[in-house]
T-cell receptor, first 112, second 112 residues
Framework: DGGITQSPKYLFRKEGQNVTLSCEQN?????MYWYRQDPGQGLRLIYY???????QKGDIAEGYSVSREKKESFPLTVTSAQKNPTAFYLC???????????FGQGTRLTVV | KQEVTQIPAALSVPEGENLVLNCSFT??????LQWFRQDPGKGLTSLLL?????REQTSGRLNASLDKSSGRSTLYIAASQPGDSATYLC???????????FGTGTRLQVFP
């Protein structure tokens, strides 16, 4: 089945640790995105990539990093510089920047 | 800067009612508008995509309209069912950006 796979579903991080969230898609989409969702707030864009080996900062990129070495993969690293990382993280992809977007099932990150 | 607002924030209706969810946006220069459904703790499921040149799209009991000049979209759900209970999000993609800008959603509960 074609789709977007995020892993893990739940992730616990200790203070000061870096953690990496995985996002893989087999839809042959060029564009990929990372969003953060907090209770009572809309989705906020962290990073996005329109093509392999290129990515741009979104609205809340501080404390996060990404890479796009393969078309199907767009991992997100939450660094120790992110002050409040506890949130629900959603990955999305689209064929091009202005076409329909599809989302993965999300990763819930909790700082312990 | 594009801003997206959804009203109401929450809605509770008895089964069988027809209902309308509203989405407004401040900048009419958009490529498209997309409606999503989100179940608790899950990712987003795409419901309907309306291109800027279209006035409406239909899928089963769902109908979405777009009035770009007034910055409004509505999602009409016919003959609501308890299984329709979820949060509904709208998002717009503006010209000259690859960002999907989201509203904060309408939380719908349909009771038997």
């Amino acid at each position: 089945d074609g789709g977007i796979t995020q892993s893990p579903k739940y992730l616990f991080r200790k203070e000061g640790q870096n953690v990496t969230l995985s996002c893989e898609q087999n839809l042959n989409h060029d564009a990929m995105y990372w969003y953060r969702q907090d209770p009572g707030q809309g989705l906020r864009l962290i990073y996005y990539s329109q093509i392999v080996n290129d990515f741009q900062k979104g609205d809340i990129a501080e404390g996060y990093s990404v890479s796009r070495e393969k078309k199907e993969s767009f991992p997100l690293t939450v660094t120790s510089a992110q002050k409040n990382p506890t949130a629900f993280y959603l990955c999305a992809s689209s064929l091009e920047g202005d076409t329909e977007a599809f989302f993965g099932q999300g990763t819930r990150l909790t700082v312990v | 800067k594009q801003e997206v607002t959804q009203i109401p924030a929450a809605l509770s209706v008895p089964e069988g009612e027809n209902l309308v969810l509203n989405c407004s946006f401040t900048d009419s220069a958009i490529y498209n508008l997309q409606w999503f459904r989100q179940d608790p703790g899950k990712g987003l499921t795409s419901l309907l995509l309306i291109q800027s040149s279209q006035r409406e799209q239909t899928s089963g009991r769902l109908n979405a309209s777009l009035d770009k000049s007034s910055g409004r979209s509505t999602l009409y759900i016919a003959a609501s069912q308890p299984g329709d209970s979820a949060t509904y999000l709208c998002a717009v993609r503006s010209y000259n950006t690859d960002k999907l800008i989201f509203g904060t959603g309408t939380r719908l509960q349909v009771f038997p």
